[in-house]
């Protein structure tokens, strides 16, 4: 008989530990069909097999049946596994599979074992995959795929499979009058229009990606009956995408006509209806031949916060009495969370402090966006969150508080620019909220300005620095300035002044000038304050606020045939531009080489193990309301000497089992032929175990030699990682750890038979002891009764019962056998289930293992 049943169906998944999945297999068959399957093989993809009884049927529409099959997998680790079902066969007639009836129907799903990437579950299918399309009409499908990690979908069309998950030799597309494509993006599959009626196949390949990693895919394969009919899908009005605040209430209403006169019935699915608290609803609002109306109704909240927006698939099916068909149409709904509120600044001369208050629904922290060019009156559309980059806003930071300071990352912000801020708040899956409303503020003077701070000599121990400040003026408008003066002279051995401590004490007004000496100018950077206080009897007092500035600070970096130049500062003026200097050997005096408006430099085309020295200069300006003060300060002096200290880029590794031949295949790329030029070895790292960190365990000459084979003594389970060594004996960072541990150590027969003649008279099993540690084995007879039980790996059943020691009658046994093996997350245990063929009566049976 012929199997002809299977129609459609797809693989899902569910995380429910680190390395536990709850899968889901899903089966549309044929109804009319006398075939009918309570249970399906599985092959998990690491080299075990389990037969998953049915859990749900479902009678459809249009001789549709479906069948829901769910089952537990522990996997033994990381790694990638393709997960696959085939069952035959496909249903009769199918006019793109040549000779469907007698073609396997075959479903997989690739699962991505990732626990760096954190949980995982694949997206669900919400439209079903009962399809009819009318000749010479625009037929579109979209399986509403809604992924509740939020992860990124990509949807491309693939090849149907047939017996062991292959390519089904013969298949192509269905034909078209104009095309036929899926859109990358939304997932809708159009077809342009069916010139053929019959029944043609399709498969929909999904993939999942999370921060340009691909997470896994799925396979919906799908059948679309083609009548010839006079009807006309019904059309939907189009909606386009939605964005809310989080709290607020969605109210859209869904309008469907048909040309044809007929009845409608609307229904939409997706994510927002499947939350368990405020789910989104539809109800009918008017219903009429040739129109029908919805109310879609969401009441939003902060559970509903999402960077993607939601897709609703709204399907508009009629009721004509030949073919009934259904249009489709596409809305997005986006959720939004709440802004920060109440940004207040607290400026000083070298920072400004900045304070808002939360808003509900949690954010995980707060992005601070800074502009220099003053306010911007700047009104987001309802769907745009965070900042534009167009917007003029620089990222100044983030903090998971409701407070901040700016400086600038340390280096101080700068006097003469009125600086404006927003902040955005940030949600669990990097949702944005919409910005904060705008507040500037400019920083407060510093008094007395101090216009340098420039090294004069670089030494361990006697450094000198000179530092230098403008002579206050209109301090008769200070209450009770009537002198004496004095300055105050801090120093901190940090750029941020961290610690002040008064170094010096200058008397009068007329001197502004200090040189601090002895000191480590060679590897410290130091930063100064200058106070001035009244200094009269019984009334002494400081003046305005002090300021903070740093010496420049030439952080080198030397790499293969350069030097490259971090300039670190914290300083209240601008700096226009820095002019490099560079040692000349020969005369011995630091000649200019090139100036740089940016504080980063790359000194290049150098000499590899030479020694080079370099200073900077600044040339910048104090600007306070009308008046400037010119700076020209200069860093300290330092060398390094180029050489190439730059690790290669990783290779890409590939790992595959031999499990006949008991080694790993390990195939990487040669990085000298896309992001490396010297490469001269690779290191090979493993480890057995996914707690343990890879070992180096052999090193292989010669870039173009990018294979290994390795022979595991305990298990064939195994974690590695490769990585590259240069010329220079660099070596680059591990490649992506690849974990395998596909193979199945434990084999066990399925017919042998006990009469005494010497041929298979022992039930044994195949099984490398080495790799299991035990076993539990129960066989049972048609009627449930136990009939022999070992916990001997090897089994060794000679067909006696373990109650009478009598021969068991000739007949199918049914086996249970918990199997414990050596695995790279442990010893972990694997449940085995199959069927026995004993035969007692029979001679010179061969053994079979399944």
Same mark, same amino acid.
């Given at each position: 008989m012929y199997a002809t049943h299977n129609r459609a169906g797809e693989i899902t998944y569910i995380q429910v530990s680190e390395l536990t999945y709850e899968i889901t297999v899903t089966t549309y068959t044929y109804t009319l069909s006398s075939v009918d399957r309570e249970e399906l093989e599985v092959e998990w993809g690491d080299g075990t097999f389990s037969t998953i009884p049915r859990s749900e049927m479902l009678e459809l529409p249009d001789f549709y049946q479906r069948n829901r099959y769910i089952a537990l997998h522990t996997f033994p680790g990381p790694g990638v596994y393709e997960i696959l079902v085939q069952d035959p066969n496909r249903n009769f007639g199918v006019e793109n599979i040549p000779n469907s009836v007698n073609t396997v129907f075959s479903v997989k799903t690739t699962l991505f074992v990732n626990p760096s990437m954190g949980p995982n579950n694949a997206p669900v299918l919400l439209n079903p995959p009962i399809n009819l399309a009318a000749q010479y009409r625009v037929f579109v499908h979209n399986p509403g795929a809604y992924d509740i990690d939020g992860d990124d979908l990509r949807y491309s069309l693939s090849i149907c499979t047939g017996e062991d998950g292959e390519p089904i030799v013969g298949y192509t597309l269905p034909p078209a009058t104009s095309s036929i494509g899926i859109n990358e993006i939304t997932g809708d599959l159009t077809w342009d229009t069916p010139p053929d009626t019959g029944k043609f196949n399709i498969a929909i390949l999904i993939d999942e990606w999370r921060k340009g990693v691909k997470m896994g895919s799925i396979t919906r394969d799908i059948q679309i009956d083609v009548y010839a009919s006079e009807n006309h899908p019904p059309e939907i009005d189009s909606i386009g995408e939605i964005c809310v605040l989080a709290g607020d209430t969605i109210e859209v209403l869904f309008r469907s006509t048909d040309s044809d006169l007929n009845n409608i019935e609307l229904t939409a699915t997706g994510g927002p209806f499947l939350f368990e608290t405020k789910p989104a609803i539809l109800t009918e609002v008017s219903s009429v031949p040739g129109e029908a109306v919805s109310r879609f109704q969401w009441i939003t909240d902060c559970n509903h916060i999402r960077d993607d927006s939601y897709m609703v698939i709204i399907s508009a099916k009629d009721d004509h009495p030949e073919v009934k068909l259904v249009g489709v149409e596409r809305m997005l709904v986006k959720v939004i969370g709440p802004a920060p509120y109440g940004l207040e600044t607290d400026p000083g001369n070298a920072y400004i402090r900045l304070n808002w208050v939360a808003p509900d629904c949690n954010p995980e922290k707060y992005l601070i966006y800074r502009r220099k060019e003053g306010s911007l009156d700047y009104t987001p559309d309802s769907c745009t969150t965070g900042l534009p980059e167009e917007t003029g806003y620089e990222y100044a930071g983030e903090t998971i508080d409701t407070t901040f300071i700016d400086n600038d990352d340390g280096e101080g912000l700068v006097q003469s620019f009125n600086y404006c801020y927003r902040v955005v708040a940030e949600f669990a899956d990097g949702a944005q909220s919409y910005p904060s409303e705008e507040t500037c503020a400019s920083l407060e003077p510093g008094f007395p300005v101090i216009t340098n701070v420039s090294i004069l000599n670089t030494d361990v121990t006697n450094g000198e620095i000179m530092v230098k400040w403008a002579k206050p003026d209109r301090l008769d408008t200070v209450s009770g300035a009537i002198g004496p003066f004095e300055y105050v002279i801090y120093r901190s051995d940090d750029a941020l002044g961290m610690r002040l401590k008064i170094i010096d004490t200058i008397e009068g007004l007329d001197d502004t000038l200090f040189n601090d000496i002895g000191l480590n100018t060679a590897e410290t950077q130091y930063s100064y304050e200058v106070a001035l206080f009244n200094d009269t009897p019984g009334d002494r007092f400081r003046i305005g606020i002090p300021q903070l500035a740093s010496t420049i600070f030439l952080e080198l970096t030397p790499s293969d045939n350069k030097v490259e130049m971090d300039i670190h500062k914290n300083t209240p003026w601008y700096d226009n531009e820095y002019v490099i200097y560079r040692l000349n050997n020969t005369t011995l005096v630091f000649d200019s080489i090139d100036y740089t408006t940016s504080r980063n430099y790359s000194d290049d085309e150098l000499k590899n193990g030479k020694s080079y020295c370099y200073k900077i200069k600044s040339i910048g300006v104090y600007k306070i309301d009308t008046q400037e003060y010119p700076t020209i300060n200069w860093s300290h002096e330092n060398c390094r000497t180029p050489n190439d200290y730059q690790r290669p880029c990783p290779p890409s590794l590939n790992v595959r089992s031999s499990c006949d031949s008991l080694k790993n295949i390990l195939n990487w790329n040669n990085p000298n032929l896309s992001c490396a030029d010297d490469v001269v070895a690779y290191k090979i790292y493993y480890t057995n175990s996914t707690e343990s960190t890879p070992d180096s365990i052999v090193r292989i @000459?010669?870039?173009?030699?990018?294979?290994? @084979?390795?022979?595991?003594?305990?298990?064939?389970?195994?974690?590695?990682?490769?990585?590259?060594?240069?010329?220079?004996?660099?070596?680059?960072?591990?490649?992506?750890?690849?974990? +395998? !541990?596909?193979?199945?150590?434990?084999?066990?027969?399925?017919?042998?038979?006990?009469?005494?003649?010497?041929?298979?008279?022992?039930?044994?099993?195949?099984?490398?002891?080495?790799?299991?540690?035990? +076993? !539990?084995?129960?066989?049972?007879?048609?009627?449930?009764?136990? +009939?022999?039980?070992?916990?001997?790996?090897?089994?060794?059943? !000679?067909?006696?019962?373990?109650?009478?020691?009598?021969?068991?009658?000739?007949? +199918?046994?049914?086996?249970?056998? !918990?199997?414990?093996?050596?695995?790279?997350?442990?010893?972990?245990?694997?449940?085995?289930t199959g069927f026995i063929h004993v035969y007692t009566n029979s001679s010179g049976v061969n053994t079979f293992y399944e």
């Open positions: @000459e010669g870039a173009e030699n990018t294979f290994f @084979e390795h022979f595991p003594e305990s298990s064939m389970g195994g974690c590695y990682a490769v990585a590259a060594v240069d010329s220079f004996n660099n070596e680059s960072e591990l490649s992506v750890i690849q974990c +395998v !541990d596909n193979c199945s150590y434990y084999k066990l027969p399925n017919v042998f038979s006990p009469n005494g003649d010497g041929i298979n008279d022992i039930f044994i099993a195949d099984n490398p002891l080495s790799f299991v540690e035990k +076993v !539990d084995m129960k066989i049972f007879n048609r009627w449930g009764e136990l +009939v022999f039980q070992t916990q001997n790996p090897l089994i060794e059943w !000679d067909g006696k019962t373990n109650k009478s020691n009598e021969d068991v009658p000739t007949g +199918v046994y049914y086996y249970i056998c !918990d199997i414990w093996e050596s695995r790279i997350s442990g010893l972990e245990v694997r449940i085995a």
